[in-house]
T-cell receptor, first 114, second 112 residues
Framework: ETGVTQSPTHLIKTRGQQVTLRCSSQ?????VSWYQQALGQGPQFIFQ???????GRGNFPPRFSGLQFPNYSSELNVNALELDDSALYLC?????????????FGEGSRLTVL | QKEVEQDPGPLSVPEGAIVSLNCTYS??????FMWYRQYSRKGPELLMY????GNKEDGRFTAQVDKSSKYISLFIRDSQPSDSATYLC????????????FGTGTQLKVEL
């Protein structure tokens, strides 16, 4: 069974640029959620996708957007990068929308904005 | 005020000690309570999950939820150096999907 994989693992961007982060969900999982974890903080919910539709969003501006594809993989796009966007971006997948508490996280993409 | 509050530590204990980690929350609608463990440069992994109030035990780990005081606890018995990690408490709502509200995380170091 393949776990959640994310790419790239590290990247550096400058303020104002755009970034795309990618996530492959665990086999059999149709729901993907994205979290932002700033240094020394807990993960913060950005949004989740279920069957290619956004299904729930946290307190993040519209420049954070996403996609889910028919194979349930997902992308997180961030436009007009700001310094505060520097963080670890975590993708998590589950076999559905029902909260069981068990999110399967990837190892994250660490974004540095200069 | 954050919905889930957690002392960031760091907390340093000797091997074999009993560790107590705690969180408080403010949203009385939370029904699901979890503890995740996060090793350095890794994603969080679920340790314990509790629905509503009560205790749950799994090996050396015990999770407690007291909804009347909005208090979440994790106890680790016979702590090992391999337990050194950041422990994140999290809460969720019924119907909230995969939206969890996490605490800041407590960094734990178990020393030989």
């Amino acid at each position: 069974e393949t776990g959640v994989t994310q790419s790239p693992t590290h990247l550096i961007k400058t303020r104002g640029q755009q970034v795309t982060l990618r996530c492959s969900s665990q086999s059999g999982h149709n729901t993907v959620s994205w979290y932002q974890q700033a240094l020394g903080q807990g993960p913060q919910f950005i949004f989740q996708y279920y069957r290619e539709e956004e299904n729930g969003r946290g307190n993040f501006p519209p420049r954070f957007s996403g996609l889910q594809f028919p194979n349930y993989s997902s992308e997180l796009n961030v436009n007009a990068l700001e310094l505060d966007d520097s963080a670890l971006y975590l993708c998590a997948s589950t076999p559905g929308l029902v909260v069981t508490g068990e999110l399967f996280f990837g190892e994250g993409s660490r974004l540095t904005v200069l | 005020q954050k919905e889930v509050e957690q002392d960031p530590g760091p907390l340093s204990v000797p091997e074999g000690a009993i560790v107590s980690l705690n969180c408080t929350y403010s949203n009385s609608a939370f029904q699901y309570f979890m503890w995740y463990r996060q090793y350095s440069r890794k994603g969080p992994e679920l340790l314990m999950y509790t629905y509503s109030s009560g205790n749950k035990e799994d090996g050396r780990f015990t999770a407690q939820v007291d909804k009347s005081s909005k208090y979440i606890s994790l106890f680790i018995r016979d702590s090992q150096p391999s337990d050194s990690a950041t422990y994140l408490c999290a809460s969720g709502l019924t119907g909230g999907g995969n939206k969890l509200t996490f605490g800041t995380g407590t960094q734990l170091k178990v020393e030989l």
